[in-house]
């Protein structure tokens, strides 16, 4: 990357670099929270938050599907994990849970407590890694993470954790990136980014010009910004490996059709449909197993 949030030609021709760490992920969230590069207000800010829940709220077309607060009632012991600044901590405080979140860095921490606060709301907040979550086992009765394993080398194992700390029986909704058909055909991918390349477009982070890349996988991880060093896509079938024969799913849901990177205003209804068949995000809501499951002669399950 150059100066000015440009990208390199490295970037735009596609060459990767060696494979980046956990600490690169940490780097690049702290110097760029959730929503930072987006908005005119101070992260931290009460006008800041409210306009980061309008915009959400705008991408959801309007208000949150039913997916994602499933599981989240009065005195349950629900975990949001990759807390950012904090909207689905709030929004689990706001229905009565008791709420646990947890991010990999100090940054997302101090600004989930804030946005708490301001809302007159509490939880326990704390740093913690998705691949090694700092909780018991079987602690929660649901687990929360939406899009955030996808930006860490070993998402398998965040999953992983997600069954650890989930009570038996007990449920957990999480989201990637959904590899769209452009996303699996370079060639189409090509054909669409120079179609959308004059008009299509997100603000902040040097994202700019993140249509300007030849490589699908590289536009994935531009998507948050011109310095994140991980950014995957699943498949179904992918995201289906990785809830593997942890959990029992129970519902899916394609979503997260980027309204506001449109010139043109899209209205509910269309968004609605559009993210349904076209969305860059698939979520799953899964449920554990209520009883463990036998050990074999052999030690395994």
């Not at 954790?161 to 999480?174: D, I, S, W």
Request: hydrophobic content about 35%.
């Amino acid at each position: 990357m150059t100066g000015g949030g440009q990208l390199d030609s490295s970037v735009i021709e596609g060459r990767k670099a060696a494979p980046p760490n956990v600490d690169a992920v940490r780097r690049f969230w702290s110097s760029n929270p959730l929503f930072a590069g987006e908005s005119a207000f101070a992260p931290g800010t009460k006008e800041f938050f409210e306009e980061h829940e309008r915009v959400t709220l705008h991408e959801h077309s309007g208000s949150l599907h039913p997916i994602f607060l499933a599981g989240v009632e009065p005195g349950r012991d629900v975990l949001d994990v990759g807390c950012g600044n904090g909207f689905w901590t709030t929004q689990f405080a706001r229905r009565g849970a008791r709420v646990s979140a947890c991010d990999l860095t100090e940054r997302a921490v101090e600004l989930t407590r804030q946005r708490l606060a301001l809302s007159g709301l509490s939880a326990d907040v704390r740093v913690g890694n998705a691949e090694a979550l700092p909780y018991a086992d079987n602690q929660f009765d649901h687990v929360n993470c939406q899009g955030v394993i996808h930006h860490t080398p070993d998402t398998e194992r965040c999953v992983a954790e997600f069954a650890r700390v989930a009570k038996p029986g007990g449920t957990v909704c999480f989201s990637v990136y959904f590899k769209v058909t452009p996303l699996r055909s370079p060639r189409l991918f090509k054909v669409l980014r120079t179609l959308a390349r004059p008009w299509v477009g997100l603000p902040g982070r040097g994202r700019e010009r993140m249509l300007d890349v030849k490589d699908p996988d590289e536009f994935v991880r531009l998507y948050d910004g011109v310095g994140n060093p991980i950014g995957k896509s699943y498949t179904k079938t992918g995201v289906h490996e990785l809830v593997g024969d942890r959990f029992e799913i129970l519902e899916e849901l394609r979503f997260g059709f980027p309204r506001r990177a449109f010139p043109i205003p899209l209205s509910t209804g269309l968004h609605t449909k559009l993210s349904h068949t076209f969305g860059l995000m698939i979520a799953v809501r899964c449920r554990k197993p209520a009883v463990e499951r036998s050990a074999s002669p052999g030690g395994r399950p």
